[in-house]
C-alpha cells in the first residue's frame, strides 16, 4: 500500500478509540509509525480516515476488506510464533 498523494509506502494505521498505551507492542508500533491515532470519538456513519502518510500527513480511507489489507499474509503459511 502506499500512499495516494506522496507514493509513500511508509503508512500508519489509524486507531481508533482507547488503544493500551502500555502495551508494548502498541508502544513499539507507535513509536515506527505503523499506527497512529485518530481519536477517541468514533462517529457511526461517517468514513473516517483509516491510513494516515508518515512522510506528508495525508489521510485517506481504506475499506476493511480492501485486498491491500491483506498483503501481510500472502506467501507465508500461518504460523503461530508466540
Ligand atoms: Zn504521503
Known amino acids: 500500500m502506499k500512499c495516494p498523494q506522496c507514493g509513500?509506502?511508509?503508512i500508519a494505521e489509524i486507531l481508533?478509540?482507547?488503544?493500551d498505551f502500555n502495551n508494548e507492542q502498541f508502544q513499539q508500533d507507535h513509536a515506527?509509525?505503523?499506527?497512529a491515532l485518530g481519536g477517541c470519538v468514533v462517529m457511526e456513519?461517517?468514513?473516517q480516515p483509516t491510513r494516515r502518510c508518515?512522510?506528508?500527513n495525508h489521510e485517506w480511507y481504506v475499506a476493511a476488506d480492501?485486498?491491500?489489507?491483506?498483503?501481510?499474509q500472502a506467501g507465508s503459511p500461518p504460523m503461530q510464533s508466540k
Open 54 to 56: 508518515n512522510d506528508c
Open 16 to 19: 481508533y478509540g482507547f488503544p
Open 32 to 35: 515506527s509509525g505503523k499506527i
Open 66 to 72: 480492501s485486498p491491500d489489507s491483506s498483503d501481510s
Open 45 to 47: 456513519g461517517v468514513e
Open 8 to 10: 509513500s509506502d511508509w
